[in-house]
Nanobody, 124 residues
Framework: QVQLVESGGGLVQAGGSLRLSCAAS????????MGWFRQAPGEEREFVAA????????YYTDSVKDRFTISRDNAKNTVYLQMKSLKPEDTAVYYC?????????????????WGQGTQVTVSS
């Protein structure tokens, strides 16, 4: 069992930056692929970024490439999402999730544990 708690969301102006954190408790955090997803009002939840358990590989959805960076610190059981050059369309509830998949996956049904989400609002 893994418990995930996100933090770091808030209100920011367009062009600004935020860093989200996701603290994990439970067993073997370092064995999990970690992902970030987001859900905007009236929209389905979508994949944002993921990182392999080793930290050696990452993957991003096209809309956030070169603006967002996912990273992890296995010693601290924490995964991060550094977001810069934020746009109003980045406004959403951001969720972190843990997957027992061997490789990075973007499919939500491959993720076994989810956090409660943190709100990110980008004003124009």
């Amino acid at each position: 069992q893994v418990q995930l708690v996100e933090s770091g969301g808030g209100l920011v102006q367009a062009g600004g930056s935020l860093r989200l954190s996701c603290a994990a408790s439970g067993r073997a955090f370092s064995n999990y692929v970690m992902g970030w997803f987001r859900q905007a009002p009236g929209e389905e939840r979508e994949f944002v970024a993921a990182i392999h358990w080793s930290g050696a590989s990452t993957y991003y959805t096209d809309s956030v490439k070169d603006r967002f960076t996912i990273s992890r610190d296995n010693a601290k059981n924490t995964v991060y999402l550094q977001m810069k050059s934020l746009k109003p369309e980045d406004t959403a509830v951001y969720y972190c999730a843990a997957s027992r998949a061997v490789f990075i996956t973007t499919a939500q049904n491959h993720y076994d544990y989810w956090g409660q989400g943190t709100q990110v609002t980008v004003s124009s």
